[in-house]
Every structure is written in C-alpha cells, then in structure tokens.
T-cell receptor
Framework: AQSVTQLGSHVSVSEGALVLLRCNYSSSVPPYLFWYVQYPNQGLQLLLK??????LVKGINGFEAEFKKSETSFHLTKPSAHMSDAAEYFC??????????????FGKGTLLTVNP | EPEVTQTPSHQVTQMGQEVILRCVPI?????FYWYRQILGQKVEFLVS????????KSEIFDDQFSVERPDGSNFTLKIRSTKLEDSAMYFC????????????FGEGSRLTVL
C-alpha cells in the first residue's frame, strides 16, 4: 500500500520568494511520484514526475522536485514565486496494482497563495 | 496533443436520480480510472478498469456505482440513485499501460446533488 503526506495545507509566500511545498511518501515498492496543480474550477494538470531516472526532476512553469529515498520525500520548489502560481498542489504516488495497472494515491493538497 | 475529455462539465440533479458521467479516454490507452474530489478535500480513487472489467475499486465504489465501456471510445460512470454526499468533482483518467504509471486526467465533471 502507498500513501502521501503533504505538510501544510496552506502555504503563503510573497511574489519573488522561494516556494517550498513538502511531500513525504510511503510505498512498499519503488514508487513513481508526481506533482499535479489545480487552478480554481479546473482539472488536474501534471507539473512533473519522477519515474526512477534522475532524482532531480524539472517540470513546467519553473518548478522542480527532488526525490530523496533516504528521507522518503519529494518536495516541490520554485526559486521565485509568481502571482500566477497561486493554486492547489497535489503530490501523488503511483504503484503497480497488478500487470500494468497503476493506481495513484493523492495527498490532501497544499493551497499556495502568492502575495504581491 | 491527445487528451481525455469529459461530459458534462457540470450537472445538477435531484437526490435519488440516476446520473451518467461520460469520458472519452486517449485512444490508444488501455487502463481507465475514475477519481472523485469532494469540495475542499483530496482526490480519491474510485475504480480502475481494464479489458472490459473492473480491476480494482475502493470502499467508496459501492453498489450504487457502476462503470461501463459501451463502445470502443466511451467510458462511463453511473450513479444509480444519487445522494447529497455524491456531490463532488469526478475525474476520469487513462493510462497507456507503460512503466511510468502516469495517468492523464480530464477536466472533470462537477456533480451537484440537491
């Protein structure tokens, strides 16, 4: 079984400041890890994914995340926040449920607000 | 770029009514999923579907829910008798069956039960 814990349901930063959204996972098998972003009243958009290649993963909109197996973490960062980054961010872990069937388990989400 | 499409984008229904949410997965994908997000809460797995049968379902997916792939393109979620607590955003997703486990999500169907 797998699970995801996102520390901090709400993170507030100033425009131009560092964004750090925390995610820790639990998985009994080597995981695939994802960050999704959800803008108000919209669907889920993939930001980036870790699929056992490079541990530092770069995604869209300047975001990146680092897979740290020893810490079971996959924190999302962005050096300089922009007003358009305000959204809800979900960390998710994927594990094989049999054959090629993968089930995603999501964290509770972190709402990012960016102050001018 | 191929995408998952869902209809309707928003449906309002009366408690006890049947609802069918429709999804068109990406055409060469093999695995199909429904997820649910109650307002302000996390995204929850409902069911996965492969080779015309359910491969896994969650505790949420009780007898009131069913899924079907009636033809080669559509994937539907039926709620037989809606309850107030079924009000949520429902996301369809599909997966090509590759090794990365990446799911491609639709924009969601918002269901409001009155």
């Amino acid at each position: 079984a797998q699970s995801v814990t996102q520390l901090g349901s709400h993170v507030s930063v100033s425009e131009g400041a560092l964004v750090l959204l925390r995610c820790n996972y639990s998985s009994s098998v080597p995981p695939y890890l994802f960050w999704y972003v959800q803008y108000p009243n919209q669907g889920l958009q993939l930001l980036l994914k870790y699929t056992s290649a490079a541990t530092l993963v770069k995604g869209i909109n300047g975001f990146e995340a680092e897979f740290k197996k020893s810490e079971t973490s996959f924190h999302l960062t962005k050096p300089s926040a922009h007003m358009s980054d305000a959204a809800e961010y979900f960390c998710a872990v994927s594990a094989n449920s049999g054959g090629s069937n993968y089930k995603l388990t999501f964290g509770k989400g972190t709402l990012l607000t960016v102050n001018p | 770029e191929p995408e998952v499409t869902q209809t309707p984008s928003h449906q309002v229904t009366q408690m006890g009514q049947e609802v069918i949410l429709r999804c068109v997965p990406i055409s060469n994908h093999l695995y199909f999923y429904w997820y649910r997000q109650i307002l302000g809460q996390k995204v929850e797995f409902l069911v996965s579907f492969y080779n015309n049968e359910i491969s896994e379902k969650s505790e949420i997916f009780d007898d009131q829910f069913s899924v079907e792939r009636p033809d080669g393109s559509n994937f539907t979620l039926k709620i037989r008798s809606t309850k107030l607590e079924d009000s949520a955003m429902y996301f369809c997703a599909s997966n090509a069956g590759g090794r990365t486990g990446e799911l491609f999500f639709g924009e969601g169907s918002r269901l409001t039960v009155l």
